[in-house]
């Protein structure tokens, strides 16, 4: 119960109260340019979701036993225990997660290939999508477990996929209402954006 209470915390914290987007504005390229429609925002979310939720544990297993100083140690011989690969950890975290956007896109252009179109260039580009390179980083500097790893993983894809949701959602609704010329487009949605930053803010006084 403790385990379960100390996971779910986690996952609150993650996508409410540090969510990549709109605590550590990661990823906004792909966030303000795709949520101009609803149904491309939700394709977006999910794949995230699902990258995010893959790459990041698998990630920490590279990292646990390949890459980190004497992660080689189970090989055996001498002196793998001074061996420190963690140099490659950017081209080896990319190299993971372009496999898994290559899946993705597989997948996405067999059964919906509408939403294939539609999400265009930004699908290829979630493999340099800071907020997925983020989130492996992330799960490094805070020494996170595999179970955590997962569940953080997992969270910030739907903190992502949340976020981008709620912006889409506002952005149809503005379509019917009278903006200023002067903060059409772009600029009435860095200011939506802010608003629903500062909204996530007051999930900050949960304490699980």
């Known amino acids: 119960m403790e ?19 709109l605590a550590y504005f990661l990823g906004m390229c792909s966030f303000l340019a795709i949520s101009k429609k609803v149904e491309t925002s939700i394709g977006l979310g999910f794949a995230v979701v699902f990258v995010n939720g893959i790459t990041v544990p698998l990630n920490w297993m590279i990292h646990e036993y390949l890459l980190r100083p004497g992660a080689l140690v189970w090989i055996g011989g001498a002196g793998m225990e001074a061996v420190d690969l963690s140099f490659l950890s950017f081209i080896v975290f990319i190299a ?31 493999a340099v999508n800071c907020a997925i390179l983020g989130s492996s980083l992330f799960m490094v500097e805070r020494e996170y477990d595999l179970m955590e790893s997962a569940v953080f993983g997992a969270s910030a894809g739907l903190g992502f996929f949340l976020a981008i949701v709620t912006l889409a959602t506002i952005r149809y609704k503005l379509k019917y209402s009278n903006v200023p010329k002067g ?21 900050s006084g949960i304490n699980l």
Do not use: C, W
């Open 96 to 126: 993971t997660i372009a496999a898994m956007v290559q899946l993705v896109e597989m997948v996405l252009d067999r059964v919906s290939p509408t939403l294939y179109q539609s999400l265009g260039i930004f699908l290829p580009l979630i």
């Open 183 to 203: 903060l059409r487009g772009l600029g009435i949605a860095m200011l939506i954006t802010g608003l629903i930053s500062m909204a996530y803010m007051s999930f």
């Open 3 to 21: 385990a379960f209470s100390h996971y779910l915390s986690l996952a609150v914290e993650t996508i409410f109260i540090k969510n990549i987007l």
